[in-house]
Protein backbone atom coordinates (compact mmCIF):
# COMPACT_ATOMS: atom_id res chain seq x y z
CA UNK A 1 0.00 0.00 0.00
CA UNK A 2 1.03 3.82 -1.01
CA UNK A 3 2.35 5.57 2.53
CA UNK A 4 0.02 8.70 2.99
CA UNK A 5 0.02 10.30 5.99
CA UNK A 6 -3.13 11.59 7.12
CA UNK A 7 -4.66 14.03 9.67
CA UNK A 8 -4.32 14.35 13.19
CA UNK A 9 -7.48 15.02 15.43
CA UNK A 10 -7.88 17.91 17.95
CA UNK A 11 -9.11 17.03 21.45
CA UNK A 12 -12.75 17.99 21.71
CA UNK A 13 -12.97 21.62 23.28
CA UNK A 14 -15.54 22.99 25.60
CA UNK A 15 -18.30 25.26 24.07
CA UNK A 16 -19.66 28.17 25.54
CA UNK A 17 -22.17 26.30 27.22
CA UNK A 18 -19.63 23.86 28.72
CA UNK A 19 -20.76 21.01 27.05
CA UNK A 20 -18.18 19.25 24.73
CA UNK A 21 -17.38 20.28 21.36
CA UNK A 22 -16.66 18.55 18.50
CA UNK A 23 -13.42 17.01 17.49
CA UNK A 24 -11.57 19.34 15.01
CA UNK A 25 -9.88 17.14 12.43
CA UNK A 26 -6.55 18.76 11.11
CA UNK A 27 -6.56 18.01 7.53
CA UNK A 28 -2.94 17.34 5.93
CA UNK A 29 -2.47 19.97 2.73
CA UNK A 30 -1.84 17.40 0.20
CA UNK A 31 0.46 20.03 -2.42
CA UNK A 32 3.54 18.25 -3.69
CA UNK A 33 4.19 14.63 -5.14
CA UNK A 34 6.31 12.58 -2.94
CA UNK A 35 8.63 12.15 -5.95
CA UNK A 36 8.49 15.63 -7.20
CA UNK A 37 6.69 17.06 -9.85
CA UNK A 38 7.34 14.21 -13.59
CA UNK A 39 8.61 16.29 -16.58
CA UNK A 40 5.51 15.87 -19.35
CA UNK A 41 6.61 12.67 -21.63
CA UNK A 42 6.34 13.87 -25.59
CA UNK A 43 8.66 11.66 -27.00
CA UNK A 44 9.32 8.00 -28.27
CA UNK A 45 12.22 7.54 -26.51
CA UNK A 46 10.63 8.89 -22.92
CA UNK A 47 7.18 6.93 -23.74
CA UNK A 48 9.06 3.54 -24.37
CA UNK A 49 10.80 4.45 -21.05
CA UNK A 50 7.49 5.19 -19.50
CA UNK A 51 6.13 1.56 -20.53
CA UNK A 52 8.94 -0.52 -19.23
CA UNK A 53 8.81 0.98 -15.80
CA UNK A 54 5.01 0.57 -15.75
CA UNK A 55 5.11 -2.71 -16.95
CA UNK A 56 7.84 -3.43 -14.29
CA UNK A 57 5.27 -2.03 -11.42
CA UNK A 58 3.18 -4.02 -9.09
CA UNK A 59 -0.44 -3.75 -8.24
CA UNK A 60 -2.76 -1.79 -9.90
CA UNK A 61 -2.42 1.61 -12.08
CA UNK A 62 -3.64 4.64 -11.03
CA UNK A 63 -5.13 6.77 -14.16
CA UNK A 64 -6.72 9.62 -14.73
CA UNK A 65 -6.88 12.12 -18.14
CA UNK A 66 -7.41 15.79 -18.35
CA UNK A 67 -9.26 17.60 -21.25
CA UNK A 68 -9.75 21.25 -22.44
CA UNK A 69 -13.79 21.01 -22.09
CA UNK A 70 -14.84 24.87 -23.58
CA UNK A 71 -11.58 25.64 -24.93
CA UNK A 72 -11.02 22.85 -27.31
CA UNK A 73 -13.51 21.06 -29.90
CA UNK A 74 -14.57 17.24 -28.46
CA UNK A 75 -13.39 16.04 -25.42
CA UNK A 76 -10.22 14.43 -26.36
CA UNK A 77 -7.46 14.01 -23.31
CA UNK A 78 -4.40 16.57 -23.63
CA UNK A 79 -2.60 14.77 -20.69
CA UNK A 80 -2.81 11.28 -19.14
CA UNK A 81 -1.47 10.67 -15.56
CA UNK A 82 -0.66 7.13 -14.77
CA UNK A 83 0.46 6.04 -11.17
CA UNK A 84 1.61 2.29 -10.17
CA UNK A 85 3.48 1.29 -7.34
CA UNK A 86 7.40 0.60 -8.30
CA UNK A 87 7.27 2.70 -11.16
CA UNK A 88 6.26 6.31 -9.91
CA UNK A 89 4.21 8.71 -11.92
CA UNK A 90 4.47 9.85 -15.45
CA UNK A 91 2.49 12.85 -17.01
CA UNK A 92 2.27 12.19 -20.97
CA UNK A 93 1.17 14.40 -23.55
CA UNK A 94 -1.11 12.10 -25.98
CA UNK A 95 -0.73 15.21 -28.62
CA UNK A 96 2.66 13.99 -30.42
CA UNK A 97 1.36 10.36 -30.66
CA UNK A 98 -0.06 8.60 -33.22
CA UNK A 99 -1.84 6.33 -30.20
CA UNK A 100 -0.49 5.15 -26.37
CA UNK A 101 -1.25 1.29 -27.00
CA UNK A 102 2.53 0.31 -25.67
CA UNK A 103 1.51 1.88 -22.23
CA UNK A 104 -2.01 0.33 -23.00
CA UNK A 105 0.46 -3.19 -23.33
CA UNK A 106 2.47 -1.95 -20.65
CA UNK A 107 -0.43 -2.87 -17.86
CA UNK A 108 -1.89 -5.44 -19.29
CA UNK A 109 -3.82 -7.60 -17.32
CA UNK A 110 -3.14 -4.55 -13.71
CA UNK A 111 -6.38 -3.41 -12.63
CA UNK A 112 -7.06 0.35 -13.42
CA UNK A 113 -8.15 3.05 -10.75
CA UNK A 114 -10.23 5.96 -12.05
CA UNK A 115 -12.25 8.54 -10.48
CA UNK A 116 -15.62 8.71 -12.25
CA UNK A 117 -14.13 6.78 -14.86
CA UNK A 118 -17.46 7.41 -16.80
CA UNK A 119 -15.65 11.00 -17.74
CA UNK A 120 -12.50 9.63 -19.01
CA UNK A 121 -12.74 6.24 -20.42
CA UNK A 122 -13.74 7.75 -23.98
CA UNK A 123 -10.95 9.77 -24.12
CA UNK A 124 -8.32 7.43 -22.77
CA UNK A 125 -10.17 4.86 -25.84
CA UNK A 126 -9.37 7.24 -28.38
CA UNK A 127 -5.45 7.62 -27.71
CA UNK A 128 -5.76 3.57 -27.46
CA UNK A 129 -6.10 2.88 -23.65
CA UNK A 130 -8.25 -0.04 -22.94
CA UNK A 131 -9.08 -1.11 -19.09
CA UNK A 132 -9.26 -5.11 -18.72
CA UNK A 133 -10.15 -4.58 -14.85
CA UNK A 134 -11.48 -1.22 -12.94
CA UNK A 135 -12.16 0.39 -9.81
CA UNK A 136 -13.93 3.53 -9.97
CA UNK A 137 -13.43 5.03 -6.48
CA UNK A 138 -16.38 7.78 -7.58
CA UNK A 139 -18.74 4.89 -7.97
CA UNK A 140 -17.30 3.24 -4.75
CA UNK A 141 -17.61 6.41 -2.71
CA UNK A 142 -21.51 6.65 -3.69
CA UNK A 143 -22.40 2.38 -3.31
CA UNK A 144 -20.10 3.14 -0.10
CA UNK A 145 -22.68 5.80 0.90
CA UNK A 146 -20.20 8.71 1.40
CA UNK A 147 -22.04 12.25 1.33
CA UNK A 148 -19.87 13.95 -1.35
CA UNK A 149 -18.21 11.78 -4.16
CA UNK A 150 -15.94 14.28 -5.38
CA UNK A 151 -12.17 13.25 -5.16
CA UNK A 152 -11.29 16.30 -3.06
CA UNK A 153 -14.25 15.59 -0.51
CA UNK A 154 -13.59 11.89 -0.44
CA UNK A 155 -9.38 12.41 0.28
CA UNK A 156 -11.11 14.59 2.70
CA UNK A 157 -13.67 12.22 4.40
CA UNK A 158 -11.31 8.95 4.06
CA UNK A 159 -7.70 10.32 4.43
CA UNK A 160 -8.25 13.55 6.36
CA UNK A 161 -5.80 15.33 3.79
CA UNK A 162 -6.85 18.40 1.72
CA UNK A 163 -6.34 18.17 -2.14
CA UNK A 164 -6.38 21.18 -4.08
CA UNK A 165 -8.71 20.95 -7.76
CA UNK A 166 -8.02 24.79 -8.71
CA UNK A 167 -7.16 23.54 -11.89
CA UNK A 168 -9.78 20.93 -12.89
CA UNK A 169 -11.25 23.28 -15.57
CA UNK A 170 -8.02 25.01 -16.73
CA UNK A 171 -7.41 24.43 -20.78
CA UNK A 172 -5.23 21.43 -20.74
CA UNK A 173 -3.93 22.09 -24.34
CA UNK A 174 -2.17 24.68 -23.46
CA UNK A 175 1.87 24.12 -24.10
CA UNK A 176 3.95 24.20 -22.47
CA UNK A 177 1.68 23.14 -19.16
CA UNK A 178 2.52 25.24 -15.98
CA UNK A 179 4.50 23.68 -13.10
CA UNK A 180 1.41 24.10 -10.82
CA UNK A 181 -1.11 22.15 -13.25
CA UNK A 182 1.51 19.41 -13.76
CA UNK A 183 1.79 19.18 -9.91
CA UNK A 184 -1.85 19.21 -9.66
CA UNK A 185 -1.89 16.47 -12.25
CA UNK A 186 0.33 14.35 -10.29
CA UNK A 187 -1.53 14.74 -7.11
CA UNK A 188 -4.56 13.38 -8.85
CA UNK A 189 -3.38 9.86 -9.32
CA UNK A 190 -1.34 10.05 -6.00
CA UNK A 191 -4.10 8.93 -4.17
CA UNK A 192 -6.06 6.61 -6.15
CA UNK A 193 -4.58 3.63 -4.61
CA UNK A 194 -4.92 3.87 -0.99
CA UNK A 195 -7.98 5.43 -1.63
CA UNK A 196 -9.05 1.76 -3.44
CA UNK A 197 -8.12 0.43 -0.36
CA UNK A 198 -10.27 2.12 1.96
CA UNK A 199 -13.15 1.98 -0.02
CA UNK A 200 -13.09 -1.41 -0.56
CA UNK A 201 -12.75 -2.20 2.87
CA UNK A 202 -16.05 0.15 3.83
CA UNK A 203 -17.86 -1.58 0.72
CA UNK A 204 -16.65 -5.10 2.23
CA UNK A 205 -17.90 -4.49 6.11
CA UNK A 206 -21.35 -3.37 4.25
CA UNK A 207 -21.17 -6.05 2.01
CA UNK A 208 -21.55 -4.12 -0.89
CA UNK A 209 -18.27 -5.18 -3.08
CA UNK A 210 -19.73 -7.78 -5.28
CA UNK A 211 -22.24 -4.84 -5.99
CA UNK A 212 -19.24 -2.61 -6.92
CA UNK A 213 -17.60 -4.98 -9.03
CA UNK A 214 -20.32 -5.43 -11.00
CA UNK A 215 -21.17 -1.84 -11.66
CA UNK A 216 -17.28 -1.17 -12.30
CA UNK A 217 -17.63 -3.54 -14.78
CA UNK A 218 -20.88 -2.07 -16.49
CA UNK A 219 -18.83 1.12 -16.72
CA UNK A 220 -15.77 -0.16 -18.30
CA UNK A 221 -18.04 -2.19 -20.81
CA UNK A 222 -20.55 0.28 -21.46
CA UNK A 223 -18.94 2.03 -24.44
CA UNK A 224 -19.29 5.75 -25.80
CA UNK A 225 -22.61 7.01 -26.03
CA UNK A 226 -25.29 6.39 -29.07
CA UNK A 227 -25.17 9.43 -31.15
CA UNK A 228 -28.18 12.09 -30.00
CA UNK A 229 -31.72 12.59 -32.03
CA UNK A 230 -31.11 15.96 -33.12
CA UNK A 231 -28.25 17.14 -30.67
CA UNK A 232 -28.86 21.10 -31.49
CA UNK A 233 -32.00 20.51 -29.27
CA UNK A 234 -30.17 20.53 -26.39
CA UNK A 235 -28.93 24.60 -26.83
CA UNK A 236 -29.75 26.06 -23.93
CA UNK A 237 -32.75 28.37 -23.73
CA UNK A 238 -34.39 26.32 -27.04
CA UNK A 239 -37.17 25.12 -25.09
CA UNK A 240 -38.38 29.04 -24.96
CA UNK A 241 -39.23 29.32 -28.85
CA UNK A 242 -42.69 27.70 -29.39
CA UNK A 243 -42.01 28.59 -33.16
CA UNK A 244 -41.05 25.68 -35.82
CA UNK A 245 -40.02 28.58 -38.03
CA UNK A 246 -37.11 29.84 -35.51
CA UNK A 247 -36.54 26.34 -34.38
CA UNK A 248 -35.27 26.09 -37.84
CA UNK A 249 -32.99 28.90 -37.69
CA UNK A 250 -31.89 27.48 -34.14
CA UNK A 251 -30.59 23.90 -36.10
CA UNK A 252 -28.90 25.73 -38.76
CA UNK A 253 -27.07 28.21 -36.85
CA UNK A 254 -26.40 25.18 -34.62
CA UNK A 255 -25.02 22.79 -37.43
CA UNK A 256 -22.82 25.88 -38.82
CA UNK A 257 -21.24 26.82 -35.55
CA UNK A 258 -20.48 22.79 -34.68
CA UNK A 259 -19.12 22.61 -38.29
CA UNK A 260 -16.61 25.91 -38.08
CA UNK A 261 -15.70 24.70 -34.42
CA UNK A 262 -14.61 21.82 -35.49
CA UNK A 263 -12.77 23.14 -38.40
CA UNK A 264 -10.62 25.64 -35.91
CA UNK A 265 -10.61 23.08 -33.06
CA UNK A 266 -12.34 25.50 -30.44
CA UNK A 267 -15.37 24.51 -28.11
CA UNK A 268 -18.63 25.82 -29.70
CA UNK A 269 -19.99 28.54 -27.27
CA UNK A 270 -16.67 30.24 -27.26
CA UNK A 271 -17.52 31.28 -31.02
CA UNK A 272 -21.10 32.33 -30.75
CA UNK A 273 -23.19 31.39 -26.97
CA UNK A 274 -26.26 29.22 -26.87
CA UNK A 275 -28.19 32.39 -25.77
CA UNK A 276 -27.27 34.21 -28.88
CA UNK A 277 -28.54 31.57 -31.39
CA UNK A 278 -31.75 31.36 -29.39
CA UNK A 279 -32.13 35.71 -29.46
CA UNK A 280 -30.86 35.67 -33.14
CA UNK A 281 -33.64 32.68 -34.13
CA UNK A 282 -36.15 34.53 -32.14
CA UNK A 283 -35.40 38.20 -33.93
CA UNK A 284 -34.74 36.76 -37.53
CA UNK A 285 -32.76 39.54 -38.30
CA UNK A 286 -32.63 40.18 -42.16
CA UNK A 287 -29.12 42.41 -42.25
CA UNK A 288 -25.73 41.53 -40.88
CA UNK A 289 -26.09 44.96 -38.46
CA UNK A 290 -29.33 43.71 -37.17
CA UNK A 291 -27.50 40.52 -36.56
CA UNK A 292 -24.49 42.15 -34.56
CA UNK A 293 -27.02 44.07 -32.51
CA UNK A 294 -29.00 40.50 -31.55
CA UNK A 295 -27.64 40.21 -28.09
CA UNK A 296 -25.00 37.82 -27.30
CA UNK A 297 -23.85 38.44 -31.14
CA UNK A 298 -20.59 40.09 -30.46
CA UNK A 299 -16.50 39.23 -30.78
CA UNK A 300 -14.72 38.20 -33.17
CA UNK A 301 -16.46 35.05 -34.21
CA UNK A 302 -19.35 37.46 -34.61
CA UNK A 303 -18.37 40.16 -36.39
CA UNK A 304 -15.83 38.21 -39.47
CA UNK A 305 -18.24 35.62 -39.77
CA UNK A 306 -21.66 37.83 -40.01
CA UNK A 307 -22.61 36.39 -43.46
CA UNK A 308 -22.36 33.11 -42.60
CA UNK A 309 -24.68 33.24 -39.42
CA UNK A 310 -26.92 35.62 -41.65
CA UNK A 311 -27.12 32.58 -44.55
CA UNK A 312 -28.61 30.61 -41.85
CA UNK A 313 -31.45 32.60 -40.84
CA UNK A 314 -32.23 33.53 -44.38
CA UNK A 315 -32.20 29.49 -45.22
CA UNK A 316 -34.41 29.18 -41.91
CA UNK A 317 -36.83 32.09 -43.30
CA UNK A 318 -37.42 30.18 -47.04
CA UNK A 319 -37.05 26.59 -45.22
CA UNK A 320 -40.40 24.43 -46.46
CA UNK A 321 -39.21 21.29 -44.44
CA UNK A 322 -39.26 22.78 -40.53
CA UNK A 323 -38.28 20.85 -37.44
CA UNK A 324 -41.13 19.29 -35.17
CA UNK A 325 -41.99 21.30 -31.80
CA UNK A 326 -41.15 18.84 -29.94
CA UNK A 327 -39.10 14.75 -30.58
CA UNK A 328 -41.38 11.97 -30.51
CA UNK A 329 -40.41 9.75 -27.32
CA UNK A 330 -41.28 6.12 -25.95
CA UNK A 331 -40.64 7.79 -22.69
CA UNK A 332 -43.81 7.35 -20.07
CA UNK A 333 -44.73 10.90 -19.31
CA UNK A 334 -44.16 13.16 -16.17
CA UNK A 335 -45.06 11.68 -13.16
CA UNK A 336 -46.74 14.97 -11.81
CA UNK A 337 -49.56 14.05 -14.20
CA UNK A 338 -49.49 10.36 -13.83
CA UNK A 339 -52.49 10.68 -11.19
CA UNK A 340 -54.83 12.29 -14.15
CA UNK A 341 -54.03 10.06 -16.92
CA UNK A 342 -53.26 6.98 -15.07
CA UNK A 343 -53.71 6.60 -11.43
CA UNK A 344 -53.56 2.96 -11.13
CA UNK A 345 -50.20 3.40 -12.80
CA UNK A 346 -49.35 6.43 -10.10
CA UNK A 347 -50.76 4.06 -7.17
CA UNK A 348 -48.05 1.31 -8.47
CA UNK A 349 -45.00 4.39 -8.58
CA UNK A 350 -45.82 5.77 -5.40
CA UNK A 351 -45.92 2.44 -3.67
CA UNK A 352 -43.01 1.04 -4.75
CA UNK A 353 -40.86 3.85 -5.08
CA UNK A 354 -41.78 4.46 -0.89
CA UNK A 355 -40.63 0.60 -0.79
CA UNK A 356 -37.76 1.16 -2.73
CA UNK A 357 -36.35 4.54 -0.77
CA UNK A 358 -36.69 2.00 2.38
CA UNK A 359 -34.45 -0.64 0.73
CA UNK A 360 -31.97 1.93 -0.10
CA UNK A 361 -31.76 3.32 3.31
CA UNK A 362 -31.69 -0.30 4.57
CA UNK A 363 -28.33 -1.09 2.64
CA UNK A 364 -27.30 2.65 2.46
CA UNK A 365 -27.05 3.33 -0.68
CA UNK A 366 -28.27 6.29 -3.08
CA UNK A 367 -31.64 5.32 -4.39
CA UNK A 368 -30.22 6.51 -7.85
CA UNK A 369 -27.87 4.11 -7.71
CA UNK A 370 -29.85 1.28 -6.18
CA UNK A 371 -32.21 1.83 -8.93
CA UNK A 372 -31.69 4.23 -11.96
CA UNK A 373 -35.35 6.32 -11.74
CA UNK A 374 -35.98 6.21 -15.28
CA UNK A 375 -36.41 2.27 -15.44
CA UNK A 376 -38.47 2.80 -12.23
CA UNK A 377 -40.93 4.60 -13.90
CA UNK A 378 -41.15 2.68 -16.95
CA UNK A 379 -41.69 -0.21 -15.59
CA UNK A 380 -44.86 1.13 -13.26
CA UNK A 381 -45.83 2.75 -16.10
CA UNK A 382 -46.32 -0.39 -18.45
CA UNK A 383 -46.08 -3.45 -16.47
CA UNK A 384 -45.21 -6.96 -17.99
CA UNK A 385 -48.59 -8.48 -19.13
CA UNK A 386 -48.18 -10.92 -16.40
CA UNK A 387 -46.73 -10.19 -13.08
CA UNK A 388 -44.17 -12.18 -11.25
CA UNK A 389 -41.06 -12.13 -10.09
CA UNK A 390 -39.50 -13.80 -13.33
CA UNK A 391 -41.22 -11.06 -15.94
CA UNK A 392 -40.60 -8.00 -13.69
CA UNK A 393 -36.77 -9.40 -13.26
CA UNK A 394 -36.67 -10.07 -16.87
CA UNK A 395 -38.22 -6.39 -17.43
CA UNK A 396 -35.81 -4.57 -15.98
CA UNK A 397 -33.09 -6.83 -17.19
CA UNK A 398 -34.24 -5.44 -20.43
CA UNK A 399 -34.02 -1.91 -19.27
CA UNK A 400 -30.36 -2.43 -18.47
CA UNK A 401 -30.54 -3.08 -14.59
CA UNK A 402 -27.38 -4.66 -13.12
CA UNK A 403 -28.10 -8.69 -11.87
CA UNK A 404 -27.50 -7.25 -8.14
CA UNK A 405 -29.90 -4.38 -8.71
CA UNK A 406 -32.80 -6.91 -9.64
CA UNK A 407 -32.23 -8.99 -7.05
CA UNK A 408 -32.21 -6.50 -4.29
CA UNK A 409 -35.76 -4.26 -5.88
CA UNK A 410 -37.38 -6.84 -8.03
CA UNK A 411 -39.69 -8.71 -5.26
CA UNK A 412 -39.94 -5.23 -4.23
CA UNK A 413 -41.75 -4.17 -7.35
CA UNK A 414 -43.35 -6.89 -8.42
CA UNK A 415 -45.49 -6.88 -4.90
CA UNK A 416 -45.76 -2.93 -5.58
CA UNK A 417 -47.11 -4.11 -8.91
CA UNK A 418 -49.76 -6.41 -8.08
CA UNK A 419 -50.59 -4.79 -4.89
CA UNK A 420 -50.59 -0.89 -5.24
CA UNK A 421 -51.47 1.10 -2.23
CA UNK A 422 -54.13 3.74 -2.95
CA UNK A 423 -53.14 7.13 -3.66
CA UNK A 424 -53.17 9.91 -1.07
CA UNK A 425 -56.11 11.97 -1.04
CA UNK A 426 -53.86 15.04 -2.27
CA UNK A 427 -52.93 13.17 -5.20
CA UNK A 428 -56.37 12.03 -6.61
CA UNK A 429 -58.19 13.78 -9.02
Not at 135 to 145: I, V
Not at 159 to 179: N, Q
Not at 331 to 343: G, L, N, S, T, Y
Not at 365 to 388: M, S
Amino acid sequence: MTSIHTASTQPSTESPDGTAGEAVVELVPLDMPRDGVPAVINTDADLARAARALAAGTGPAAVDAERASGYRYGQRAFLVQIRREGSGTWLIDPEPFADLSIINDALDGAEWILHAANQDLTCLAEVGLHPERLFDTELAARLAGLPRVGLGPVVENLLGMHLAKEHSAADWSTRPLPEPWLRYAALDVEVLDVLREKLTEILVAGDKLAFAREEFEAVRTAGPSAPRTDPWRRTSGVHQLRDRRQLAAVKLLWEERESLAQNRDVAPGRLIPDSALVAAARAMPTTVPQMLKTPGFHGRAAAKEGPRWLRCISAARSAADLPPLQVPTNAPPPPRVWADKDPLAAARLNTAKERITRTAEAWDLPLENLLTPDYLRRICWTPPAQIDLDTVSAALRDLGAREWQIQLTAPVITVALLDPEPLPEKQQK
